[in-house]
């Protein structure tokens, strides 16, 4: 039986900030140590390469998924467990969620964006039941997470869907949520109140 596995969503750049690869890597280890699997983009730069490699080092079975047309610019990471190399971004991304038990975003930029709002959209329309997770580290989401409060406040995100984004700043406690969500899938009356 293959492991509980998470999909990280993280930049290919490292950021600004150390604090940023220390949280991708903490979050890596932290998959190992547990015993848990890693599903990522497949590359090697940025914090992608980060989180793997430490997930590598704690004994993490890692999967990288990596479209042919970004092998070469995102350097796809050639020591993981699994390399997928596939043709297209939407090919990429369905194998990530449907290799993952939960998904969770790390800093990174608009293709970490616009990964974390599709698997959060999908279970907002009950496409699937698995927790969507954000590690704000060292405040970096915190002007997005104001925004997603204003958007609920003028009506738009219903707060039922705004609770599906679990968000802490401690990989730990966040990976805690995350596999304590994962245990019990919506229920027809959760998606009423979304």
């Known amino acids: 039986m293959a492991p509980w596995t998470l999909c990280v969503y993280c930049g290919s750049r490292p950021g600004t900030s150390p604090a940023y690869e220390a949280a991708a890597a903490h979050t890596g280890r932290l998959l190992g140590e ?35 047309s970004l092998m070469s610019r995102e350097l796809g990471h050639k020591g993981l467990h699994e390399l997928h190399v ?23 930029g ?32 915190d002007s997005l997470l104001s925004f997603l409060d204003q958007s609920t406040t003028e009506g738009f995100v219903p707060p039922a869907q705004r609770e599906l984004l679990l968000v802490d700043d401690q990989a730990d406690r966040l990976l805690d949520r995350l596999q304590g969500a994962s245990a019990r899938a919506l229920r027809p009356e959760d998606y009423q109140k979304i």
């Open 34 to 68: 547990r015993g848990l699997g890693l599903v990522y983009g497949g590359g090697r730069a940025g914090l992608m390469g980060t989180v793997a490699d430490a997930a590598l080092s704690a004994g993490a079975y890692t999967v990288g998924v990596i479209p042919d």
């Open 86 to 108: 596939v043709q297209t971004m939407h090919q990429r991304k369905q194998q990530m969620a449907e290799r993952a038990d939960a998904f969770v975003a790390l800093p990174g």
């Open 110 to 141: 608009i293709g970490t964006f616009e990964e974390l709002f599709e698997v959060w959209s999908w279970r907002q329309l009950g496409y699937h039941d698995k927790p969507v997770g954000l590690l704000n580290v060292d405040g970096y989401y």
